[in-house]
């Protein structure tokens, strides 16, 4: 099992920046596969950013050049740097883990991190407005 504890949330207007954190603790090989996730009211959660278990990272698009994924292995803390906020970005961030999956790909196997993630912090707010 793993623990996720977010922080960094809050209020700024748009154009500002803030960094969010994400405190993992527990069984090591359930936070291979990271990720930040969001959710406003009324809408569905969506996939921020991920990060695999080799480093790869992923965006999505409305947040490509803005939003940075990163993580510091020595403390297990997983960041998310986001700059020139917009309104469009309010909403509960959440972090999520979960173990890389082995998949086959003819006599190779390839390590992967399928969505969903099983494993949620409690969130964060971001709320971004004039």
């Known amino acids: 099992q793993v623990q996720l504890v977010e922080s960094g949330g809050g209020s700024v207007q748009p154009g500002e920046s803030l960094r969010l954190s994400c405190v993992a603790s527990?069984?090591?090989?359930?936070?291979?596969?990271m990720g930040w996730f969001r959710q406003a009211p009324g809408k569905e959660r969506e996939v921020v950013a991920r990060?695999?278990?080799?480093?790869?990272?992923h965006y999505t698009d409305s947040v490509k050049g803005r939003f940075t994924i990163s993580k510091d292995n020595a403390k297990n803390i997983l960041y998310l740097q986001m700059n020139s906020l917009s309104p469009e970005d309010t909403g509960m961030y959440y972090c999520a883990a979960d173990r890389a999956t082995p998949t086959y790909d003819g006599d190779l196997i390839k390590l992967e991190c399928p969505l969903p993630y099983n494993y949620w912090g409690q969130g964060t707010q971001v709320t971004v407005s004039s």
């Open positions: 990060m695999g278990w080799d480093g790869s990272t």
């Open positions: 527990g069984e090591t090989e359930y936070r291979d596969c």
